[in-house]
């Protein structure tokens, strides 16, 4: 798995303003995936940062980039634990959410879409998005958005400017590691 693909779709997770990004990678070897997010996760860690393949299938795997801290706090909040729960989640612990994420994503022939709580989305983004099968949002740019419109506009453009910094950074020679901020 490639620092670039890192970069470009996890800056803001890696900055620390974003409890997590998902992207999807070549996976020619499961053994080499592993190997590779084992070596990552061993710099990452310290910092904060995990990753795990979440689903692997036709010489592809889905990428998980999270902040542990920052999941933790997003799926202890009511809204999102009430509705959690009402599909099947039984506990809060960011661990077990995670398998059962990664459970239904290999199960159900259906995207599991509560996936947004675990990407930071706002809980009325991700209920619209569910609730109106993706038609009718306000907008669209890193999300679909049912809510706050002016916000989310605001995040579109944070995250896009702290991904061309960090690309920036890291065409200039620095690492990964040195661009994930520590927390």
């Known amino acids: 798995m490639s620092e670039e693909l890192i970069i470009k779709y996890c800056a803001p997770t890696l900055a620390g303003i974003k409890t997590a990004n998902l992207f999807s990678s070549a996976c020619a070897s499961r053994s080499q995936l592993y190997s590779g997010i084992r070596i990552l996760n061993s710099r990452l860690v310290s910092k904060g940062v995990r990753i795990l393949p979440l689903k692997c299938s036709g010489g592809r795997a889905l990428i998980y980039i ?25 506990s809060e612990k960011p661990e077990l959410c995670i398998v059962r994420l990664i459970s239904r994503l290999n199960e159900s022939g259906e995207f599991p879409h509560e996936i947004g709580f675990f990407l930071g989305y706002p809980y009325e983004d991700v209920i619209g998005f569910i609730k109106n099968k993706s038609a009718y949002s306000k907008c669209t740019g890193c999300w679909k958005v049912y809510g706050d419109v002016e916000k989310a506009m605001k995040t579109f453009e944070l995250y896009k400017s702290c991904t061309d910094i960090y690309y920036k950074q890291w065409k200039n020679g620095k690492t990964v590691e040195q661009l994930t901020v520590a927390g």
């Open 66 to 90: 999270y902040r542990m801290s920052k999941l933790k706090n997003d799926l202890s909040k009511i809204q999102a634990s009430s509705f959690l729960k009402s599909i099947g989640y039984k």
